[in-house]
């Protein structure tokens, strides 16, 4: 997983709350390969027409097709578990998205394939997307270690994140490497939950 | 001891250790799809393998074709959903973990098939690469949904790291209404609470309500656990669970089944445990309820109309509301019974089961259906009973289409899926734009509301049907 760790880019403003992972990538495009399709799939149904031609949606054209940054309201990534909407996200060059409130499995899909899914309250989102939307195409900074996000104001607003999740996005860690370090304890938690549980685990009967 | 709750007990029975924050919890049993192949791929291009085959359960169900299937998997005419299932097919052989493939005499849906089989059982940590995995929480296990990377992390460990979440419990009190069932409740509860009402949540349902429905309304309500932001949803198992399970073929037997369900017994909440949250709904008061809009939570009693933005005080409240109108085509103060349908949809892990094809039978043998009408059963077993009550008859006689299992016209990936601007009354979960396919129109409802949509054409309150 490539690293995350300052990242100053091109924000877009999503004003609308709910964008789920079936808008990010349809279910048709689930079965592509993980690779550079995943740029066209992502929002596919609001930037095409069925006839095949491009809609007005924002990240057709520039300044946001170089986006790095979505700014968005709460709720962010709720629904599908599909995997290829992060796919989606960072084949088109998002590294971050920034909301209010984030669907809990978008949240983890996105730290384990290096993305920052980054929490600022209602209020602050909502006064950047409006500084967005005042200039379009202006970027904003975020810096992983000081948890900082500087805004088109050159404001400095504050984030929280899971201090192991803050390490393994900066250090680009993969998550089964850091699991397989503890294989003697999860071989002795086996041994005692089946000791306990002997009916465990399941076995079809003959 | 503190006492603990049954989300509590589970998430202890589970720990193995906590590190930087993060507790690293045991799994039992993970579900995989044809969708799991971006998963399997990873795993492999890790170099690493499936750590505990025999706990790992494949399923096609997202990819198969619902109608034609004679010639098999090769028999499928559109080289990428082919692919797709075929391929899963494969990696599942290659990996040694268990398939119910295409041709599997119990083939179905992920979360229809493991409990039928007694995969799922209470006290387990059960992972599913869906969001709906939810579902089996109402045997009384913690059930999560996960994206690809964590369902390779469990493949290789059998364990996933978790943060703690909150509880909450949803009690739920009173006698359902005539032609009132499960997925009215969790519409209702979606629509009170909404979409991410539950976000961070582990949900616990329970109350008088809860405790009468069947196993296939429980499963109903946890299903859309995740709709209202819950990654997490269950139900405390009592006697109805013990009796589910019993014979099941995955199922303890002997000496192993009563020391199972003394476990089990020990699962309930303690006095006193606290909850984070607690949420109540008066059952009493909900209607068969239908959705007007493009989220679960913007649903109505059938009486009821569609709501007029203009009413609406909240910018931007406001400015939600006629999103949903003009992708949904509807004006507002339309009564929704006035919704004119061009198709229904019966079917998908939320109403699939052999009680949501009794109930919409119910209705359907009052009729004629108006409108393209298909069943598609949630597995070979509920299609076997529901054949042998004459279910499928019944559906044949009012014109509706009977089909072969898998998550069709839910997730629209099979080739099963609407033209864009048509309209549907779906027993699926998710009326997202698009969701049904390009330009498809959704309105979710039970199996009984949808069985009466087709016979009237519209969105029809099922109560003037019956009566």
Known sequence: ?206 | MKPRTLIEKLWDAHHVLTAEGESLMYVDVALAQENTLHGFVELEKSGRSVARPQQIFAFTDHYVPTTGRSKGPEGIADAGIRNMVIDLQNMAKKHGVTLFGMDHQHQGIMHIVPPEQGIIQPGMMVIGNDSHTSTHGAFGSLAYGVGASEFAHVMATQTLWQRKPKTMRIVIDGALGFGVHAKDVILALIAKIGVDGATGCAIEYAGSTIAALSMAGRMTICNMSIEAGGRVGLIAPDDKTFAWMEGRPYAPTGKAWERALDGWRALANDTGAKFDREVTLDAAAIAPTATWGINPAQAAPVTGTVPNPAEEKDAKKRAELEIALEYMALRPGTALQDIKLDRVFIGSCTNARIEDLRAAAEVAKRGKAKITTWVVPGSMAVKRQAEAEGLDQIFIKAGFEWRDPGCSMCTAINGDHLQPGERCASTSNRNFRNRQGPGGRTHLVSPAMAAAAALKGRLADVREILN
């Open chain 1, 1 to 206: 997983m490539e690293p995350f760790t300052t990242l100053n880019a091109i924000a877009v403003p999503m004003h609308e709350a709910n964008i789920d992972t079936n808008q990010l990538c349809p279910t048709r495009y689930n079965k592509v390969p993980r690779g550079p399709r995943y740029r066209e799939i992502l929002f596919y149904d609001q930037r095409n027409r069925p006839d095949g031609t491009k809609t007005e949606f924002m990240l057709n054209a520039a300044p946001y097709d170089q986006s790095g940054i979505i700014v968005a309201d709460r709720n962010f990534g709720c629904g599908s578990s599909r995997e290829t909407a992060v796919y989606a996200l960072y084949e088109f060059g998002i590294r971050c998205v920034i909301a209010p409130s984030f669907g809990d499995i978008f949240a983890s899909n996105c730290a384990k394939n290096g993305l920052l899914a980054l929490t600022l309250p209602d209020e602050q989102c909502a006064a950047i997307r409006r500084q967005l939307q005042d200039q379009p195409g202006a970027k904003i900074s975020i810096d992983l270690a000081a948890q900082t996000v500087t805004d088109v104001a050159g404001k400095t607003h504050r984030f929280e994140i899971p201090e192991v999740r803050k390490r393994c996005l900066l250090e680009g860690l993969d998550d089964i490497a850091r699991t397989q370090q503890y294989s003697r304890q999860i071989e002795d938690f086996e041994k005692s939950y089946y000791g306990n549980n002997p009916w465990l685990p399941v076995t079809a009967r003959e």
